[in-house]
């Protein structure tokens, strides 16, 4: 009985067991190639994680000051509850 898993399986060539794991040269690059990519993926993912994160500092900063200010116009003591 023949099923869609069946289609999937690739039959094994004679002489197929004497290459390393059934992986050729075309193989290797393509996996090299696709590593590349998904390297490349994530060194722009950390790029832009970086640059969220120095934005967030910046505005957490303001967002003290500002608050800071906003005391000082009504006459309270600053809390320190600053990290």
Do not use: W
Not at 14 to 30: K, M, P, V
Not at 41 to 70: G, I, V
């Amino acid at each position: 009985m023949s099923g869609p898993s069946s289609d999937l399986i690739a039959p094994v060539e004679a002489g197929a067991e004497d290459e390393d794991d059934g992986f050729g040269e075309a193989e290797y690059t393509a996996i090299n190639t696709m590593l590349d990519q998904i390297n490349s993926c994530l060194d722009q993912l950390e790029e832009k994680n970086d640059n969220l994160h120095a934005r967030l500092q910046e505005l957490l900063k303001s967002n003290r000051q500002t608050r800071l200010e906003f005391q000082q116009q009504l006459g309270e003591a600053p809390s320190d509850d600053s990290p």
